[in-house]
């Protein structure tokens, strides 16, 4: 197979992660015969600094005529006190909306040599395997929002069109997996989230092999803090998702090992780790390659559909913890923490 892949490493630690992940990539390559064509270019303060703004117009062409963007991380105290539009997070939001990429793909798994991270006890995160699904383009963060001196408001709008689209993403990828689907609304309150319902209900007759429930978001809040195990597959809303896939995150304990998708309905889509360009320690060698290289895997899975060699990158980086090598964020006691590279090296060794 051949494929062109944009390559946006960013700012602070992004382009050492980065790294990483197209080494990791280049073997997989080499291992199953694929070509993966690569083309470097710039987006948050890295474009800031050399064109002024924070996606320019020539990122988005390389983009476009590629078959998948690779992120690395945005942003840092440098841009902090730039005007609003010169800020790489708008880089970063302008990018999702030119692609329309709808589609949030949060997945969060337990490592069980990593758990004395999380904030829950060992037997409740252990079997922690989900996927939260979020719609990225609408609902109230894009609705009109009005301000008088003492009121304010912010519309919720979602078209069946638009929650058609999701979830039959969040269905597909359900199939991919143990075939279960939590759809989260606010169906007692909320005229959205009844049409979200009714869209579900509907949909569900087409993937007769999925099980699907619906589950208040108050009540999703708490079941996934005392019994995440039980997810698989949760789809929501924009807001509902910013707030669940954040909670989910801390889960497991460790922002250095969460990958994360954003895509479309052709499977399209820009790959990238949940953390941030971590300034207090670019440079360092110190920075944890784990989720960059975990969001290659989602990029073989869900763009390319190449699932053995997305499973070969995700089985590497599991042997390689469970063989208790970590990069400093994770290194306990007495093991001493390998720098990216070594870490690199390591999963590659066992690719
Ligand atoms: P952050 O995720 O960059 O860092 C939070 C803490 O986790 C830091 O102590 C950092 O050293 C550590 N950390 C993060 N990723 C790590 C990794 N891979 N390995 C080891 N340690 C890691 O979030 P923070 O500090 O709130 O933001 C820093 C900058 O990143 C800000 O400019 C922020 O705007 C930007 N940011 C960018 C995001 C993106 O590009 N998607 C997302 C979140 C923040
Ligand atoms: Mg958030």
């Known amino acids: 197979m051949e494929k062109k892949i944009t390559v946006l490493p960013g700012d602070g630690i992004g382009p050492e992660v980065v790294a990483s992940a197209v080494r990791v990539l280049q073997a997989i390559g080499k291992r199953y015969n694929h070509e993966f064509q690569l083309q470097y270019a710039e987006i948050g303060g890295a474009a800031i600094d050399q064109y002024n703004n924070p996606l320019p117009d020539k990122t988005i062409a390389m983009c476009e005529e590629s078959d998948a963007i690779l992120l690395g991380a945005v942003g840092g105290p440098k841009w902090d006190n730039n005007p609003p539009e010169l800020r790489p997070e708008k880089g970063l939001l302008n990018i999702r ?102 869209v579900v209900e509907e949909k569900k007759e087409q993937y007769p092999d999925v099980e699907v429930e619906h589950n208040l978001v108050d009540s999703v809040a708490m ?24 909670e989910a995150s801390v889960i497991t304990g460790s ?25 207090d320690i670019a440079g360092q060698g110190k920075a944890n390659p784990a989720a960059t290289i975990l969001s290659v895997a989602m990029m073989l899975r869900y763009s390319f559909a190449l699932l053995n060699e997305a499973a070969e990158i995700e089985r590497a980086v599991s042997a390689v913890f469970e063989d208790g090598y970590f990069t400093a964020d994770l290194a306990k006691g007495d093991s001493r923490a390998l720098t990216t590279d070594e870490w690199t090296d390591r999963v590659i060794a066992e690719i």
């Open 255 to 279: 922002l250095g090992v969460l990958p994360s998708a954003s895509i479309r309905s052709d499977n399209f889509g820009l790959y990238e780790p949940v953390h941030g360009s971590a300034p």
């Open 223 to 246: 079941k996934l803090i005392t019994n995440p195990g039980h997810y698989d597959v949760v789809v929501t809303d924009n807001m509902f998702g910013d707030i669940l896939s954040d």
């Open 97 to 198: 909306k030119t692609f329309d990429l709808f589609s949030n793909l949060r997945p969060v798994k337990a490592f069980p040599s990593l758990l004395d991270a999380s904030p829950l006890k060992r037997e409740v995160a252990e079997n922690v395997d989900l996927m939260i699904v979020r719609e990225l383009t609408g609902g109230i963060y894009f609705g009109e929002k009005h301000r008088d001196l003492d009121q304010a408001s912010d519309l919720n709008i979602y078209s069946r069109a638009e929650i058609e689209r999701i979830v039959d993403n969040a269905f597909e990828l359900a199939r991919l997996r143990r075939g279960k689907l939590c759809s989260v609304d606010k169906a007692n309150v909320l005229e959205t989230s009844r049409l979200w319902r009714e």
